[in-house]
């Protein structure tokens, strides 16, 4: 695209806005918790949570700006405003092809207090909850906060979903099969054989399906299905989570949402919310927020997508090209999951020598943080402009030799 | 003050913006749930959840807007952004002589979910708290929501609580006293005394005190002094939560606080919370909202106050001259709770006359919404303008008659 057709305003130089305009450090070292900017020394590359450096669709910005304007910030309605509930419904029915009504649809106070709420509105203590190892610390530990029990199914980047060892996993406590779809941290998506293998297994035992599409929307080739997609049956049993922190940068602002297709089900989750006596829910400046991302954000989006495309083949490429390094493209999200082929050398330890000699963060595929089956894996995330991604690996590059010798005057 | 002397650019007619810019029904309509005029048919005046039909200070709509113009909306601090938990503690040691530090602070997404949180943390299935009878119906649903069980005290207009049935209410299940001050719905102020003999209680006893000051700059004529002021030991036993809908009327970006001052406790509680795993916690922008209003918006706080309590005076006066309605004027919140004098006539039946003859809504003083207290009494919001105010009165007036007398044809 030539610099004569721009996209938008914000895109004078043809590229969506995302190469030509640097992130802007100086915001995110006051703006960027959670692991990130604000937290790390000022000489340290964050790759760390999933959470972009890159500023939120100009759409956003102009309907919290017009919404304010007006200073009236009432309670919203318990479930979510019409405005946001309809933006999320129509968003799943036309681009995800997935059964959703705006009456199926509770806003949260972002994805991951609605898994929690998930949890809590469907277990019993005892009850047990099939998650995939690894996946998102998310996922266990809200099991375990509603007394819930995690049983954990391997999951594979060559193979997805272990399918014999699901059927294996699930008993007579089990209420919950949990997908992480797209995956985090392999960053694949489940194929549609996969898909309906575990409805099945659904039907067949009666189970819950929580599916955890945060990531939906971050694919670069092939679009992630949803399983409640497959057939009516299974979209009545599916709870799918979702958010917008991932594909527009709000995480900041708490917004996500719990999409049901049963009343009796979606008013289980909803009464158990407590959102009736205002003691939960999304902030209504958040839902017009995320609305807006939805209905007016998608030139930006696919202009983001783009931009991620070239700095995902960029990044896993040059990481895989390093020794005992392997780091094939993910299918979907913005994180890298490098496979360690060097024996003796730790997550956590290469996870600490990237911080200590090369000054970049890194997430370890540690137990704590995504099960036992992550071992021998880093996870980078890679939501920022080219030359802090370059920054980053010329510094990896740099130290690379030291990261992976054992240094014996280290305790690490 | 005259025109020529505007204290705002908001201010032209020189009152503070409250008389002269009648609020925006259009806005409200659209916009105020939970009861209110987005709940209710078109010709009906509600006067029903604690929510102002004015809009929020200029200062806050400001920061907002210049907040969202870097257009970076990523993870906030889990416990909340250092500006939100240094304001409020300025706020509550400075205008209010309360002891509070920013790291006592955690920002939570409305003072509803702060008393559904505390629950949680400090009570353990059958545990005993001690709430007055009447009060917000939220202390006994959050208390009941963490498995916990509520001893009602009487509070009354003329005595405030009863000392001697608090002292026999506490038992060995008992862990928390919980105070709501100010008080919703007779809008008393707990006397140094009454805070005294609490203290006392909670040191003797080893209990928690839970004080909701979510009114406590609601006043008029004197300051509402928290227990926590009292003395240092008794501050350590406080859990203070506070909000912001209102006195700012922020009830929709969902932002309130928990103050503690013991770090155990206050680690417990966000424990418990799920902050630091993303699953609990307020929008950054709604804490950059409500930092603004304790740092600039005290010029239109003082100008809110001056409004209301000439609303409080005019309405309270005119409803105090119906035949059979008692009605005192609130010593804080902007909330009108008359007793009904009428032999037979229940809150439930006024109300629904209220509401059919003259088309005013109220919330009655039904055990559903205050405890069996509140009986014999309705609740009237009156943040509004004075214009409402006056069509209100004139329809109650218009109708007193019909309301309280008996309709053969009627089945309430």
Chains 1, 2 share one sequence.
Not at 311 to 322: G, T
Not at 379 to 403: G, I, K, S
């Amino acid at each position: 695209m030539s610099r004569s057709t721009p996209r938008s305003p914000h895109d004078a130089a043809g590229d969506g806005g995302f190469e030509s305009r640097a992130v802007d450090r100086g915001i995110l070292r006051r703006r960027a918790f959670n692991l990130r900017w604000a937290e790390q020394p000022d000489d340290v590359i964050p790759l760390t949570a999933a959470d972009p450096d890159l500023p939120c669709p100009p759409a956003v910005r102009q309907a919290i700006v017009e919404y304010t304007a007006a200073g009236n910030f009432a309670y919203g309605p318990a479930a979510g405003l019409p405005a946001f509930r309809e933006a999320v419904a129509d968003h799943l029915q036309s681009r995800r092809q997935t059964p959703a009504s705006p009456a199926g649809i509770q806003a949260t106070d972002s994805a991951a207090s609605a898994l929690f709420l998930v949890a809590r509105a469907l277990l019993e203590p005892g009850d047990e909850v099939v998650i995939f190892d690894p996946v998102d610390f998310l996922f266990a530990a809200s099991t375990e906060a509603a007394g819930g029990v995690v049983r954990r199914v391997p999951f594979t980047r060559a193979g997805g979903l272990d399918l014999d060892r699901l059927r294996a996993a699930i008993n007579p406590r089990t209420r919950i099969i949990a997908l992480c779809n797209p995956h985090n941290p392999f960053g694949r998506i489940m194929s549609p054989a996969a898909l309906a293998a575990v409805a099945e297994l659904a039907e067949r035992h009666d189970l819950w399906v929580l599916s955890d599409e945060i990531w939906a929307d971050i694919v670069y080739e092939d679009p992630c299905p949803s399983v409640a997609a497959l057939q009516r049956a299974i979209s009545r049993r599916t709870i799918i989570v979702g958010g917008f922190s991932k594909t527009y940068g709000l995480a900041g602002l708490r917004i996500g949402y719990i999409r049901t297709d049963d009343p009796a089900l979606g008013e289980r989750i909803f009464a158990c919310s407590h959102a009736e006596k205002t003691a939960f829910g999304a902030a209504t400046l958040s839902q017009i927020a995320a609305a807006a991302a939805l209905r007016h954000g998608q030139p930006w989006y696919r202009a983001f997508i783009a931009h991620l495309r070239g700095v995902r083949d960029h990044l896993c490429d040059r990481l895989d090209a390093l020794p005992g390094l392997r780091c094939p493209r993910p299918q979907a999200t913005y994180l890298a999951f490098p496979r360690i082929e060097i024996p003796g050398l730790s997550a956590e330890q290469l996870t600490e020598r990237l911080l200590r000699h090369a000054r970049v963060a890194v997430v370890p595929g540690a137990a704590r943080w995504f099960g036992p089956g992550a071992e021998g894996h880093i996870r980078l995330a890679f939501a920022t402009d080219r030359a802090t991604v370059d920054a980053a690996l010329a510094r990896v590059e740099a130290h690379w030799d030291r990261c992976i010798t054992a240094d014996p005057a280290a305790t690490a």
